[in-house]
């Protein structure tokens, strides 16, 4: 053991040796993260963190996205960055969360350069405004509260963080792939899809519900693979029975209680649930449409 001074007060703190990160104390080191293909309903999940008690992040846009995930890791090569520099970017984004962001200048540096390009679709202002609010000096949750973010491309780098944090909680927010292949959000398709399906990746239906196929088989082999508390939400299920659907994730995030009428209002099933009943299945790849199917997706 050793004692991190911050704000004139002594806090004690160890190396993890596996991983290079400070071993947190309280549940400071047990975030609950959301991630999830984009556009699947993750907003949703968040909103109920939120609503129960979580903080998520202080630079947030509409969909609820922490921000700062966003600047530190949605970058082509983060999947194989050097362990050094995910552990240092991991340990920003955590420090920065609980409230202890002390960040020494090689922290600043490193925080500085990403922000100096733009990453599509983000521009380079965009990039340098996010810097700006992680570097401001704010406090997060108060000792011992629950924290966590929501991030739908946390999902990329699920091993390397749930090696890093194990005793994270970790929220996968699955909407069926036949609807989400027509969904206007490409962004994380556009992102990830060449690297995950190993050809050119054009956002039509077809390579859209590949690239939701590749990014299910990567997730559920990860969370198989490497130890990490893992809760996989269907979400027309949830929508269909919020109040059920509500008290199986209060059971996994270890909260006591009933889910509130408010929450239970929230878990509204989006209009567009079924839309791809509109086009039919032709034009997809068998394969795929049975992956869907075997997840507990209905295909008719």
């Known amino acids: 053991m050793w004692a991190r001074v911050t704000n004139g007060r002594a806090r004690a703190v160890r190396e993890d040796e596996a991983t290079g990160l400070t071993a947190l104390p309280g549940n400071h080191d047990e975030p609950v993260v959301v991630g999830g293909v984009g556009g699947s309903g993750t907003r949703l999940i968040a909103a109920i963190l939120r609503e129960s008690g979580y903080f998520i992040g202080d630079d947030l846009n509409a969909a609820l996205d922490n921000r700062w995930f966003s600047l530190l890791f949605n970058r082509p090569g983060i999947q194989h960055c050097p362990d050094e520099e995910f552990h240092r970017l991991l340990g920003i984004l955590v420090n920065r969360m609980v409230g202890d962001a002390q960040f020494d200048p090689a922290d600043v540096a490193l925080i500085e350069a990403l922000a100096q390009h733009d990453n599509p679709p983000h521009s380079a202002d965009w990039m340098r405004e996010r810097a700006g609010t992680l570097l401001a000096p704010r406090i997060g949750p108060p000792p011992g509260g629950r924290w966590g973010w929501k991030e739908p491309n946390t999902h990329v780098v699920l091993p390397r963080l749930a090696r890093a944090l194990p005793r994270m909680r970790y929220v996968f927010v699955s909407r069926s792939g036949l609807d989400m292949a027509y969904s206007a959000n490409t962004n994380q398709a556009m992102r990830w899809g060449e690297a995950y399906l190993g050809r050119p990746f054009e956002p039509t239906p077809r390579y859209m519900l590949s690239f939701w196929v590749a990014a299910h088989r ?23 029975r919020p109040a059920a659907g509500l008290l199986s994730l209060y059971e996994f995030l270890g909260l006591s209680g009933e889910p509130s009428a408010g929450l239970i209002a929230l878990a509204q099933s989006p209009e567009s649930i079924g839309r791809f009943r509109e086009h039919g299945l032709a034009h997809f790849d068998p394969d795929d449409v049975a992956y869907v199917e075997s997840l507990g997706f209905c295909i008719a």
Do not use: N, T
């Open 218 to 240: 990567r997730v559920l082999a990860a969370a198989a693979a490497v130890p990490v508390r893992f809760h996989f939400i269907r979400l027309e299920a949830f929508c269909g």
